[in-house]
């Protein structure tokens, strides 16, 4: 497993063609380990950037925190 923190909002395409956003959550065991939990949001995106856009709105992301599939 690797320790690396995966940045908190994921962007990737689905089958329909439609963008997807899935906001992950990072805590840490006892030993400091990174425990990451993903929700994938129910709504669907025309574009990447109306995916950013609603992250931004209503999730608090600034630039440097998303991830493209």
Do not use: C, W
Request: glycine residues 4%.
């Amino acid at each position: 497993m690797s320790r690396i923190i995966p940045r908190p909002f994921l962007i990737a395409k689905d089958e329909e063609g439609d963008f997807r956003l899935t906001v992950r959550e990072v805590r840490y065991n006892s030993q400091s380990y990174p425990i990451v939990t993903s929700t994938l949001q129910p709504e669907t995106f025309k574009s990447a950037n109306a995916a950013r856009t609603h992250a931004k709105e209503h999730h608090g992301a600034v630039a440097g925190e998303f991830a493209s599939k």
